[in-house]
Nanobody
Framework: VQLQASGGGLVQAGGSLRLSCAAS????????MGWFRQTPGKEREFVAA????????YYSDSVKGRFTISRDNAKNTVYLQINSLTPEDTAAYYC??????????????WGQGTQVTVSS
């Protein structure tokens, strides 16, 4: 199984980015997907999740209203649209996949992370 995250970069505060995570080696349409983020010295933080069909999503309070998770099962890809970025959003962003309740750890598979850096 491979989860390849991309789309990170350096952006000014208030800007936007769209992260992508391309999956292979699994039946993508059966898996619930999540996005997490981590900064050095801190624990990994849940950001958003989407169920296998795309009809159910969930967000952490810190990103609700600014981030949107979506998926395209035909392309085996999950996305994270991040708007109104602040320096506090600076982190490595990881995608992950699991079967079962997407709100309950652990996730089974993880991508390598894509760095988002927000300048003030």
């Amino acid at each position: 199984v491979q989860l390849q995250a991309s789309g990170g970069g350096l952006v000014q505060a208030g800007g936007s980015l769209r992260l992508s995570c391309a999956a292979s080696g699994l039946t993508f349409s059966s898996y619930n997907m999540g996005w997490f983020r981590q900064t050095p010295g801190k624990e990994r933080e849940f950001v958003a999740a989407i169920n296998w069909s795309g009809r159910s999503t969930y967000y952490s309070d810190s990103v609700k209203g600014r981030f949107t998770i979506s998926r395209d099962n035909a392309k085996n890809t999950v996305y994270l649209q991040i708007n109104s970025l602040t320096p506090e959003d600076t982190a490595a962003y990881y995608c992950a996949a699991k079967l079962g309740d997407y709100l309950k750890p652990p996730y089974s598979y993880w991508g390598q992370g894509t760095q988002v850096t927000v300048s003030s």
